[in-house]
């Protein structure tokens, strides 16, 4: 006799919601897909504003929801030599004012607890870094100052584990999280992405994202050494995680990666933006929603 068994992966509610004076929105459940990008780090000013130009004239063309990105410190470089942003109020200034200027909400990683409330002031959505994501003291200062909060998930944790740094944000009160999945350690320098990540940290009760663009990283490189990257393969990754129901894209982006002053081997070059942009909503239309997917028959 053949026996089948239905099975049922169901999501529980999640919702992230940005707002500034000027636009709210909301992913997760029964919510568009959202783009967080931008360059890595503050390389200058001028580059920042033309970069967030042209973000924000592509997804404003494809009615998609952006957040902009970029760093004003990095502290996890490779070399003490490295360039490592223009830091502290320097940096956030640059952010808030590409936030005047163009309108859409600003975001920025903070290594360290007594950056915090500083940078609160300047941001619209606080981010943990990889690294960093299992730090009980940062972890609880982002969530106290009430702001959204994107957390990287560590190269060293499984996707259940992001339910311990929800928790510690939660035990805040803040319940406005976004978990990223940014690759798995394999070996000593490359990543790989298990999608079975996004519905997991999704069954969490937080939207999932998900960022191609530290995936392709070949770590031990330099991030300037175009051998350092393999930015052909982020449209596969950025279209197979649409497909394995991503509420958000991680993207990091800039006009001109390899001139980059940190990972110059892995943006994401803008003239191939819109097009990687186009098929990831075809691809969000073909499934439904992430909501849709999880009845099977064995």
């Known amino acids: 006799m053949n026996k089948t068994r239905e099975e049922t992966f169901s999501l529980p509610d999640r919702k992230f919601t940005v707002k500034t004076k000027n636009r709210e929105f909301t992913c997760g459940s029964g919510q568009p897909l959202m ?23 592509i997804c404003d063309r494809q009615n998609i929801n952006l957040i902009f990105k970029s760093s ?4 996890n470089r490779g070399s003490a030599s490295n360039w490592k942003g223009p830091l502290a109020e320097e940096g956030l200034k640059i952010l808030a004012g590409v936030r005047e200027r163009f309108g859409v909400p600003v975001l920025t990683d903070v ?32 969530g106290e100052t009430g702001k959204p909060v994107n957390v990287k998930k560590g190269q060293f944790l499984s996707p259940e584990g992001m339910e311990s740094p929800l928790s510690k944000l939660h035990s805040t009160g803040n319940k406005n999280v976004l978990l990223t999945e940014r690759g798995a350690s394999f070996g000593y320098n490359r990543l790989v992405a298990d999608m079975r990540s996004i519905p997991i940290m999704q069954s969490l009760g937080a939207p999932a994202c998900f960022d191609a663009t530290h995936v ?24 197979a995680a649409v497909a394995a129901g991503a509420d958000a894209l991680f993207l990091e982006s800039h006009p001109r990666p390899i001139t980059a002053r940190c990972d110059a081997a892995s943006q994401l070059d803008l003239k191939f933006y819109e097009n990687l942009i186009i098929k990831a909503k075809a691809v969000r239309t073909a499934i439904g929603s992430p909501e849709k997917m999880g009845t099977y028959t064995l």
């Open 35 to 57: 783009v967080i990008s931008g360059p890595c780090v503050i390389d200058s000013p001028d580059l920042l504003f033309e970069t967030a130009e042209k973000l924000v004239e």
């Open 72 to 75: 004003y410190e990095k502290d």
């Open 111 to 142: 290594h360290r607890t007594e950056d915090v409330a500083m940078v609160a002031e300047y941001v619209d959505v606080l981010q943990i870094p990889a690294y960093m994501c299992q730090q009980t003291s940062l972890v609880l200062a982002c």
């Open 216 to 239: 392709i990283r070949l770590y031990g490189i330099s991030s300037a050494d175009p051998a350092g990257g393999e930015p052909k393969f982020i449209p596969h990754l950025t279209l």
